[in-house]
């Protein structure tokens, strides 16, 4: 008979999140039953801290377009425990981030060194009001920070964009001071800044704010400056080792550099004093090539995808497979949380750069409705079900390499997969005693909820 705990929902191009009904259990060995292509195994892995966002100035301006009772709803779905999404993790720019609406720091006073002038009155008014409404949604959402740019005057040469920190003690204190006040100041405004990574994109040499780092350089930073800033400040708040990219194309880079790994996490991990400090690794973008090796050679830390790749803006369900893809490579290579770029932005993405991005929603000024974008559907796969507190559990089989699956803390199975094929194809799935069919459509995501 059918197992009435099983759940299953679909989504195709056509037919985003769809309850479909549940095929009836079999025994395996009976004559009927075909071979299981995909079994759950008793290994576990990784826990599971959450899914999320960026908090970006562009987001929120686009979200302003909304009459305020769908506003409401888009943000009800987003962060209420009881939404379609559910978040629990997201991020926000320490000063301005590509996706702000022009370029800022949060101290551009020459030669602050005692950071007398800094200040968090240009997130008033946009990025404190929005995560503001996420916590009012859900008190318990977890916040990390990154700079896209630490302030000019301590950069060469000095601009937002390019360029790299000054190498002078005073600078290196003056900028650990400077997180030391962007969380001090955030908690006096009633948010929590849970962890702070030190560098948005550290190889990223762009035309937007950036800054290049070295694995050296974020060893003495973190060793030297910041964790005996935090120290000495009585912050709790976690030190981690990101956002760790390479610039593409990748064999060009292995061509010039060793490998991210090696260049990066290898080298301040490695250092006892810096790595005391550390609690997890944050890779995004090409930095999906190291995630592996560090892993393997840090077990015992926690680990990020700290920035979902971002399309062109044109939000097509062919660039939803591939970030499916994305998703299922870094869980199962060990991450703990995945956290989207831009949630919502205008149609196209554009940035005040003029790089146009895909987003979870599109915010259209015409028709003030927010559309679902096919990622919007990728994330709901994930995070609907697999909720934090779950435990990744071990799949064997040729469809192992389109899903991921997790133990949640009531003891549920919650099996995300996706048919990438242009035909319809058979999941036969092992879990326990039972063996289950499905018929999986063509170019298709699918969340499975057993128990």
């Not at 299953?8 to 479909?20: G, I, L, M």
């Not at 779905?77 to 590509?98: K, T, V, W």
């Not at 995630?291 to 680990?303: D, G, H, K």
């Amino acid at each position: 008979m059918t197992d009435i705990n099983l759940k299953w929902y679909s989504s195709t191009e056509q037919a985003p999140w769809t309850e479909r009904q549940v095929p009836e259990a079999r025994v395996p060995g009976t004559e009927e039953a075909a071979p299981a292509n995909l079994t759950v195994t008793d290994d576990s892995y990784q826990t599971l801290e959450g899914f999320g966002g960026c908090f970006n100035e562009l987001g929120y301006a686009a979200l302003g377009q909304l009459p305020d009772d769908e506003r409401a709803r888009v943000m009800y779905d987003l962060f209420h425990p009881e939404g379609e999404q559910r978040f629990s993790i997201c991020r926000l720019p320490i000063g301005a981030s590509d996706y702000a609406l022009d370029w800022y720091s949060l101290n551009e006073t020459d030669g602050d060194y005692a950071m007398e002038h800094f200040s968090i009155e240009r997130d008033r008014q946009l990025l404190i009001p929005y995560i503001k409404e996420a916590l009012a949604l859900n008190p318990e959402l977890q916040l990390f920070a990154s700079p896209w740019s630490p302030p000019t005057w301590m950069k060469f040469p000095k601009a937002y964009n390019y360029g790299t920190l000054r190498w002078e003690p005073e600078i290196l204190a003056a900028y650990a001071l400077y997180f030391v006040k962007f969380v001090e100041a955030y908690r006096a405004e009633g948010i929590t800044i849970h962890q702070v990574h030190v560098q948005n994109e550290v190889v990223a040499d762009q035309k937007f704010p950036s800054c290049v780092w070295t694995g050296e350089q974020l060893k003495i930073f973190i060793r030297d400056y910041l964790g005996p800033a935090f120290e000495q400040h009585g912050l709790d708040t976690e030190i981690w080792l990101g956002t760790i990219n390479a610039p593409e194309p990748w064999d060009e880079w292995l061509k010039k550099k060793s490998s991210d790994h090696d260049a990066f996490a290898g080298v301040v991990l490695g250092d006892p004093e810096a790595y005391k400090y550390v609690k997890g690794v944050g890779y995004q973008w090409a930095g999906k090539h190291a995630i592996q090796r560090t892993v393997q050679s840090y077990p015992e830390l926690r680990y990020m995808q700290t920035e979902n790749e971002c399309g062109d803006g044109e939000n097509t369900w062919f660039y939803a497979k591939y970030i499916f893809g994305m998703y299922q490579h870094y869980f199962m290579n060990g991450v703990n949380a995945y956290i989207y770029w831009n949630m919502a932005l205008a149609p196209k993405g554009r940035s005040t750069w003029g790089w146009e991005q895909n987003s979870m929603l599109t915010i259209d000024p015409a028709s003030r409705q927010a559309i679902l974008n096919p990622e919007y559907f990728v994330m709901k796969h994930f995070t609907r079900y697999a909720v934090p507190g779950s435990v990744r559990v071990g799949l064997r089989g040729p469809w192992s390499g389109h899903a991921v699956a997790f133990r949640t803390p009531e003891g549920r199975l919650t099996l995300v997969i996706a048919n990438p094929y242009m035909e319809a194809r058979m999941l036969h799935l092992r879990s326990g005693s039972s063996l289950y069919s499905f018929e999986l459509e063509a170019e298709s995501f699918h969340t499975l909820v057993l128990g």
